[in-house]
């Protein structure tokens, strides 16, 4: 395979249920990232693992837990969501760049996985 | 202040007529890349087309160009003879090299909408 792979690609979860979103991605890139897309909104930076640690955290409720553990994996752990949590979650990896150049490194995105808490 | 602004939510296009989606950016630093993606109601994001801060010439792959202005810190892509699969919500993103994480930021996204 090859790209970036999310499943579920559809979740319907209750409030109380507990359920993970997988990412795998086989570019050996070293940085990856979750988004949230709602509808009507800006794409949301959740979280950002660059070499399997985690360098960004935006405030996200602690009812979202991400695990990277390697450079190829990505989860992120549901539980006790909120209706509003109703989201298109994207996966996505990049190089990390740095230096002088311009970063030509954007990021390849995953399908996304469409969750409905109910 | 807002990194990455789209002021079009949603355009309409005819069929094989060219179309312009414009996107404005603020940065202070020199070093920068602008990237577009195409999101179809699969939810995906595609990768479009790159444009460097030091380029000189507007990117070019295909149908879809990038009209680079830098003093005016635009970067609007044009898509020539649109087809109705280039229906799709698009945005316009930006990524620094010191600023921000070095990580991309995206606008809000413009929906486009290509009538047959």
């Known amino acids: 395979e090859t790209g970036v792979t999310q499943t579920p690609r559809h979740l319907v979860m209750g409030m109380t249920n507990k359920k993970s979103l997988k990412c795998e991605q086989h570019?050996?890139?070293?940085?990856m990232y979750w988004y949230k897309q709602s509808a009507k909104k800006p794409l949301e930076l959740m979280f950002v693992?660059?070499?399997?640690?985690?360098?960004e955290n935006n405030s996200v409720p602690s009812r979202f837990s991400p695990e990277c553990p390697n450079s190829s994996h990505l989860f992120l752990h549901l539980h006790t969501l909120q209706p509003e949590d109703s989201a298109l979650y994207l996966c996505?990896?990049?190089?990390?760049?740095?230096?002088?150049?311009?970063?030509?490194?954007?990021?390849?995105f995953g399908s996304g996985t469409r969750l409905t808490v109910v | 202040a807002q990194k990455i602004t789209q002021t079009q939510p949603g355009m309409f296009v005819q069929e094989k007529e060219a179309v312009t989606l414009d996107c404005t950016y603020d940065?202070?630093?020199?070093?920068?890349?602008l990237f577009w993606y195409k999101q179809p109601s699969s939810g995906e994001m595609i990768f479009l087309i790159y444009q460097g801060s030091y380029d000189q010439q507007n990117a070019t792959e295909g149908r879809y160009s990038l009209n680079f202005q830098k003093a005016r810190k635009s970067a609007n892509l044009v898509i020539s003879a649109s087809q109705l699969g280039d229906s799709a919500m698009y945005f316009c993103a930006m990524r620094e090299a010191y600023n921000a994480g070095n990580m991309l930021t995206f606008g809000g996204g413009t929906r486009l909408m290509v009538k047959p």
């Open positions: 940065t202070s630093d020199p070093s920068y890349g």
């Open positions: 570019l050996g890139h070293n940085a």
């Open positions: 996505a990896s990049s190089q990390d760049v740095g230096g002088d150049q311009p970063p030509n490194y954007g990021y390849t």
């Open positions: 693992y660059s070499l399997e640690e985690r360098v």
